[in-house]
DNA sequence: TATTTGACTAATAAACTAAAAAAGTCAAAA
DNA sequence: TTTTGACTTTTTTAGTTTATTAGTCAAATA
């Protein structure tokens, strides 16, 4: 990928996550970059797929980090839950343009984010899935029924609380009780 | 309640969940009923205010039926817990005006139904506060600390599951898996 | 060849206007 | 006490113009 597409997602990404996806035109990317707009049509499709890439950066950070919290040895699985929750949480709080994807008006008008998303719901769910799985086998947890069913579930829950926790800004007010939630899950999903 | 106000409410109720509230006229609600607008506005201050009665009505109804089931005795609080869950998002499905108060649009524009709202959710709130301190005491269920905060994070988790489960029409694709949802909660509030 | 440019067109949104529809009022009537 | 419908006021809608923005492309540049 060439430095200057990356330059402009950066912009980009910034852009949007100060004005919004509306309020913000390619021109004001493309003057802030020190580009003609063509530049911008050169490296990207249209604004929606710029927008789309801007939004599929933050997550693909989010599976960086993530899969760092995957690959504790030496963990117990619940641990690893826990990480991994309080890490999404928290680098979701920072993903602005993510958040925006959140808002109704964006379930709508473009739809053209649902396979960004679905294919984030789906990565999470394999891992998670993977993790209770190894839970399993060590006889550290006991789940009835589909290990598949219990990881949507989970992703279930936690995409359950986005909308409180970002759009509501409930996230500072009930950060310090998070804990407590997880601790019912793992609790939930022990033997 | 006059006779005829219960009327006006239960057409106009029948009418914004047919056709939304800025589609549905205030002469189309007296047309129906049969009676002239004027008498709309002697029993209601306005159409902003007859809307928010016809969703309190729809809130009412919710909040009688979860009554029944949190007056259950000789019933365990998870149980309860359970049939609450489901029998509020059953219910809601049907609540096709409370559905229409989560678009956006309505945020902006009506805030007065965050009083309907706000005061639905202290309701429920004490409800499972109430329950999972009658669990506590039972020796039912182990919580470390607050239990208001778990009443909390419980309808804020429900609340979080209406936008997917009424406005992206994800309803009968995550009701199959909402009974695991509450599976993994209810174990994890047991001793 | 890969990238950039900016004038260009096409599509969209914003700013107005007039006409229509709807909200809301009220004196008289039932 | 409740209802009525003509009435006034406010809000929407539809149509038009203007301005902004998305998106294109032949030519220039590196």
Redesign the pocket.
Known sequence: M?D?RETLLKIAGKAFSKYGF?K????DIAKTA??????L???FE???TLFKEVVAAELKFLKEELTVIFQQENTNSCEVLRDYMLKRMLILKASINYQETLRPEFYEFYEFLNDVKTEMDAWEMDQIEHLLNKGLASGELELPGSIRVYAEVLVMLLKGLETPFFLQGEYDRLEAHFDNLIAVISKGISK
Chains 1, 2 share one sequence.
């Open positions: 060439s200057t509306s913000t035109s390619m021109d020190r580009k003609a707009k063509g530049s049509y050169y490296h249209s604004k929606d």
